[in-house]
């Protein structure tokens, strides 16, 4: 309870020293929600590309369709598929007249259907490896009515590598915008404390425990963070707003994402004016 | 009660603030701690309160020593040693009622208790009708008079009150040393800095102790190596 007082009474006493400490909070932690922003929107980008990530086989024009409708079943039950679509010949030749409208005479034309049977093999997401896309596409081609197996081998292995290096650029930036706004909270929060020196001092000299003299900093410092961290969310809802409205299609953060950061906030803020306090109450007393 | 022995503190560079200093004040004492600014008054105060770390020595304050002492041990010490100074150092925006129950709040005493024991304590050094002032509201012989409350709060073994009239007119100067003897009446020691001449005269009863440049020069009592 007197956690509590304290810390609305700190917070009340210097309140242009919070509205700045929340601000400075709000704009690193801003920064991080932009990098989150454009990371997300990357991965969905790359989601995307990956779902079309597919092994297609070929098929003999001899094979029979109850032969291709059991290995149909045995292809879904493998455990990096998530489905197998049988495509006739009729229907290639449907689909590619129709997605190639400027051959649409040549198709018309033709006698003899020349494009073959196929089957269509999606992969689950945990399994859209260039190794485990090779492995599936090796095992199709066994049957001995696949004619061969396709997989796009050079968009799967560039795909992999982009999204591991969007991956490791993704951490070494999102902890260096993390470090950036952690010492950018300490500052705001060291400015807070040393404000409160006498108090503290005070509080030293009738015997209170550090952690007495901790206690109510830290709970300041939990909300400062929030507080920040809020304002953080709603510049980059702006931000967001404001690109959907005039460049482009965005996917928002996910809700894990924005609780994530509104805690890690809280949590920084509550870190760095522990750290404030202690340092305080050690230049305080010597022992 | 209170034992310094040949304690020593240098603030690094040539000045030594305190040099081979040994005196001991019993319980129930009450004694003048003198000398011209800069003797290192202020200084002996704050090796008592164990705001500093001797150098050399060693500094006893009932079982607490500076050889062993434990930060975790440092709060339970200063509640049994009251620190009263001369800019009276009160929260500026508590009551006084508050600034003297905040010196019980810290120790986790119940509410319930901190009431009573507050207005008692008040009355003790006759504010109880000035509770609910705010220390901009009181002249400075009733803030020091708070403070001095509010080192009373946890019934310290000791009082160490640094030039607490330094700042009072001859009436307030009075009225604080009167409520001193008091307190010290009722066994609680007292080491009292102050470079007040005329007070001391005042009082030749008393035990002095004098420093001149971070030495002991003379202890009334004349057992300084005791």
Known sequence: MRTIREAVLGMRRAPALTILSVMAIGLSVFSIGLFALTAHNIDVALSEVERRVEVVAYLRDDASEELIEI?????????????????????????A????????DVYSDLEVNPLPASLEISLLPDHRTPSDVEAVADRVTSYHFVEEARYGREWVDRIYSLRRVAGGAAVILGLAFALGAAILIGIAVRMSVLARTREIAIMRTVGATDSYVRRPFLLEGLVTGIGGGLLALALTWGMYRAVERMLLSLA????????????????LGMLAAGRAVRRELRRLDVY | MVKLRSVTKNFGGSATA???????????????LTGASGAGKTT?????????????GEVRVSRYSSNRMKRRDLPQLRRRVGYIFQDFRLLENLTAAENVAFALEVTG??????????????GQVGLASRAQALPRELSGGEQQRVAVARALANDPLVLL????????????????????QQINASGTSILMATHDAELIRQHRDMRVIELEQGRLVFDSAGDAAS
């Open chain 1, 97 to 104: 007249s129709r997605e190639l409208t400027e051959f649409s």
């Open chain 2, 18 to 32: 305190v040099q081979d200093v040994s005196f001991h004040l019993r319980k129930g004492e009450f004694a003048f």
């Open chain 2, 161 to 180: 009150a640094d030039e607490p009239t330094g700042n009072l007119d001859e009436r307030a100067t009075a009225g604080v040393f009167g409520l001193f």
């Open chain 1, 71 to 95: 290995a149909r079943h045995e292809i879904e039950s493998f455990p990096e598929v998530m489905s197998a679509r049988y495509i006739s010949k009729v229907e290639a030749l449907y689909e």
């Open chain 2, 109 to 122: 005493m119940p509410r319930a208790k901190i009431r009573p024991r507050v207005q008692k304590l008040l």
């Open chain 2, 44 to 56: 002996i105060l704050k090796l008592i309160h164990m705001l500093h770390r001797p150098s050399s």
């Open chain 1, 252 to 267: 928002w953060l996910p809700g894990l994402w924005t609780a994530a950061g509104l805690a890690a906030a809280g949590i």
